[in-house]
Structure formats: C-alpha cells, structure tokens
C-alpha cells in the first residue's frame, strides 16, 4: 500500500493553512511569519516602507530619517510603519531624489515629481557639478541601524548602493547621436542589496537610521533645486503585529 504524504500545515486563526514550498529566500521568509504570527490573526503580506531626508542647504555629518508614522512631518512620498504593525526587511535600496524647490522646502506637489537616481550624475540640472562632486560623501560614508538600544546595522557602506548605468543622463550618444534623457535603469529597483539576515521592525520601538558622513558636508541641491536621501525598505508588512512580536521577546527572555 502507498503511503500518503503528510502535508505540513501552519495554524491559523480561521483555520489551518498549507504554504507554498520555498524555493526563494523571500517565500521562507514569508512562510515563516505565517508560523509566528498566523494563528494571532495577523495578515502578512508583501510591502514597502519609503522613509526620506533632505539635504539641507549647510554642511551635515548625517542624515537621520523618521521611520515611524507619528514621527516628524510626513513628505507626499514616504511611506512608513504603523505604531500597530512590524515590518520584516529583506532588501534595502538608497537613491538620490531630486527636483524643483524653493529654500530646500519641497510641497507635495514637488515632492511627488521628484525623480531618483542612483548616483551624483554632475549633469543632472538640479544636481550641478559642484553638488555632485559633494554628494560623493554620501556614498564613501556608511548606513547603520539602532532599534531601542540595541544596534543591529553597525555600518553598511554606501557604496554599495552605487549604480552607474553604461547610458548616463545629459551625455551626448556618439557622433551625430542625440543627448540620452535619462540614466540607465536596467533592473527592477536599481540600487538594491538583500539584507542577511532579515531584521523586523516594530511600531511600537524606537527605530534609527542614520547614514554617517566622513565629514561635515553640504549636500544640498543647486540654487532653486533639491536633493533628498531616499531609503526604500522591501520585504513583508505585518498587520497588528506589534503586541504580538513584544509578547514573543518577553516569553523568549523569562
């Protein structure tokens, strides 16, 4: 007689589920917060968080950026966490926004055209040659993470954020060619790196990203122009998570 093959089930609140085999890195990942957080009532599904910082028109050492969605003044383009939920990342992007601005003050309408890239290109308008050459002090500085008072990013460079597509904006395509538009975007999010290993956030913790500078820089845009850090987490939105993930650190510490 054959024997039957037992499927492996994840409890849920409404019933027990069968997940899909993982044969990606993100569907185990997803799979296991079904296990942690399925039978809470908790919806898992995948997102992004978009968290931002302008370049004021001085020198800085750093760049900090709200995560959480009641900290500081939310620009037209972010997208941040929820104090109910948690938010597990799997990949980080950076890129460079820019746009039209007066006094580094962007309005919504500003902030929702503004374009990225994913490096200085001097001959982007509202970038310049001067600004450019001082957005290198982005990329040869490092990102880092503290949740609380624990760091769990000490530092991750920058550069590896760094992307120069073969076609670059503003520069003339051969003899007799026309001036290329735009910078090359060959990839889906250009400008990403998959974070090992995932880490989770929780709304209902004190989270800090902060990209260090080697030195006091301005980053600014050109005259009458902006420049904008921009940080896009991807990976898996937990919905009402929060109390649940707390719950579990406090069982796991007595």
Do not use: H
């Amino acid at each position: 007689m054959q024997k039957r093959t037992r499927l492996r089930t994840i409890s849920a609140m409404g019933g027990d589920i069968i997940p899909a085999k993982a044969f990606s890195r993100r569907q185990a990942v997803f799979n296991e917060k079904a296990v942690q957080y399925a039978k809470q009532g908790v919806i898992t599904t995948p997102g992004f968080l978009r968290l931002e910082s302008i370049a004021p028109s001085a020198a800085v050492s750093s760049f900090s950026f709200n995560t959480l969605d009641t900290s500081g003044t939310k620009t037209a383009t972010e997208r941040r966490l929820k104090l109910n939920d948690t938010f597990t990342i799997t990949d980080i992007s950076f890129y460079l926004g820019y746009g039209t601005a007066t006094s580094d003050a962007p309005t919504a309408a500003q902030y929702s055209v503004q374009k990225l890239t994913t490096w200085p290109n001097p001959l982007i308008t509202e970038i310049g040659t001067t600004q450019a050459a001082n957005l290198e002090a982005v990329y040869n500085g490092f990102l880092s993470l503290r949740i609380d008072t624990t760091t769990f990013l000490d530092s991750i460079p920058m550069r590896q954020f760094y992307r120069v597509g073969t076609s670059q904006q503003g520069v003339l395509g051969g003899t007799g060619g026309v001036i290329v538009q735009k910078d090359e975007w060959p990839l889906s999010m250009y400008g990403k790196n998959e974070l090992l290993p995932t880490i989770e956030l929780n709304g209902q913790s004190n989270i800090e990203f902060n990209i260090s500078l080697p030195n006091a820089t301005d980053c600014s845009g050109d005259s009458g122009k902006f420049v904008n850090m921009v940080l896009v987490l991807q990976g898996f939105l937990n919905q009402g998570a929060a109390g649940v993930q707390k719950r579990v650190q406090r069982q796991l510490r007595s």
